[in-house]
Every structure is written in structure tokens, then in C-alpha cells.
């Protein structure tokens, strides 16, 4: 099945995009059918050929939610945005431990205190 997603391209830390339709089980890297624009995050500029897209969306063709939210921001196609679910690394969600030293702790004023006695 195809579909029209972002394919990268550019050097590390300046990237850009190509918009194309590719196989949506193929690798990001491998050939696409047809390369229908660009797409540059820094300077947000998108640049399509909206026939070809309109083409490729009547045939089946989806567009994944990143692709689609930039043509609905370009005018190429009309519809409301879709929310792109982030996914979190576990590792992420856990917070590191870190190590208190006794400066750290703040001393507690001396309150009631409290006696246990064991029952027999």
C-alpha cells in the first residue's frame, strides 16, 4: 500500500525533507514512486505540486498525519489537523536519582515526639 510521508534528506543537524510516495513499509532510505515537493523545518517552507497530490489522494493514496497537517496548513487540502501522538522512551518517564548530601537535607525543628510501645 502506498502513502505520502517525509522522506529526510540533508546534512546532520540541517534537515530537510522531501515529500514523496513511497511504499509504507519500505524503508525511509529506499526509492520512492514519485517525489511530489519539500519540506524545510527551519525555515517552514513547503513546496508541492498540488495536482500531483490531489492526484495520488484521489487514487487511495493516505497521507500520514505529519503529511496531512502540512497540506491542510498549505491549502492543499481542506479538513481539520490531525494530533500526532508522541511516543515517550521509558526511560524518559523514569526521573534519574541523584544523590543528597547531608548539607542538602534541611534540619527539622524538634516537635512532639512519639512513643511506640509494644503490645504483648
Known sequence: MLTIRLQRIGK?????FRVVVAERRSKLGGPPVEDLGSYEPRTKKVTVEKERVLHW????V???PTV?????KGGVVS???ITIKIRKQ??????????TTQSEIAPVAPTETATI???E
Open 12 to 16: 546532520k543537524h540541517q534537515p530537510s
Open 57 to 60: 489522494l484521489k487514487t487511495g
Open 62 to 64: 493516505k497521507a500520514s
Open 68 to 72: 496531512h497537517n502540512l497540506l491542510v
Open 79 to 81: 479538513g481539520p489537523k
Open 90 to 99: 521509558a526511560a524518559a518517564e523514569v526521573a534519574p536519582m541523584t544523590h
Open 117 to 119: 510501645e509494644a503490645s
